[in-house]
């Protein structure tokens, strides 16, 4: 956590946003984005032999060069994207949580809109989803389908911390701050100011 500090601005007493950071990628995590990595970097070089060998005058030998680099060249927009759209800090201000990613726009939640706020240990269960958009590289990212929970929407690092806000008529968001329990207190705090 940065910092909370008060001041008095014609009258109002304002507070300024309380921001968290997000828990560091957890082991799984790494090694999955690690993976991806060296995975399409290998396959950038048989592309990279053929053309030194002069091999790519060969029909059979030119269209394996494509494939492959075709190949590598999504797994690094996959990468890329993941990368762009890991959450880096949590703020809690007074009416809403915004989730600030790397690169891509913050995702905004405001207190009307939540149920409730609790840790729900997610660890084991979004490496068994049914369904999932980005299960590991640079975090677990999108939306998920679990047995056990249904509905959700990551934003999380580290499985093993993890927060859950129940939101009306919307998926469960979960998010990974690295200070879990100091995070939903200020959280459930805010909120209830809010009330």
Not at 106 to 129: C, G, K, M, S
């Amino acid at each position: 956590m940065i910092g909370h500090s008060e001041y008095v601005t014609k009258g109002k007493r304002l507070s300024t946003p309380q921001i968290f950071d997000c828990a560091p990628l957890d082991t799984y995590a790494q090694r999955i984005t690690q993976g991806f990595v060296f995975v399409g970097g290998t396959l950038t070089l048989p592309g990279l032999f053929l053309a030194l060998s002069g091999l790519l005058n060969y029909q059979i030998a030119y269209y394996g060069a494509v494939i492959s680099g075709a190949v590598a060249a999504t797994l690094l927009v996959f990468v890329w994207l993941s990368w762009a759209g890991m959450p880096l800090t949590l703020e809690v201000h007074t009416d809403q949580l915004i989730i600030k990613r790397r690169w891509w726009r913050a995702i905004r939640v405001p207190f009307h809109a939540v149920e409730a706020v609790t840790i729900l240990n997610v660890a084991t269960d979004l490496q068994r989803t049914a369904r999932a958009f980005n299960a590991g590289v640079f975090g677990y990212q999108g939306p998920f389908t679990s047995a056990r929970y249904g509905r959700l929407f990551c934003m999380v690092t580290d499985r093993d911390r993890t927060i859950a806000i129940a939101r009306h008529h919307d998926r469960i968001l979960i998010v990974s701050p690295y200070q879990p329990t100091t995070f939903m207190a200020t959280l459930r705090e805010s909120m209830s100011a809010k009330d």
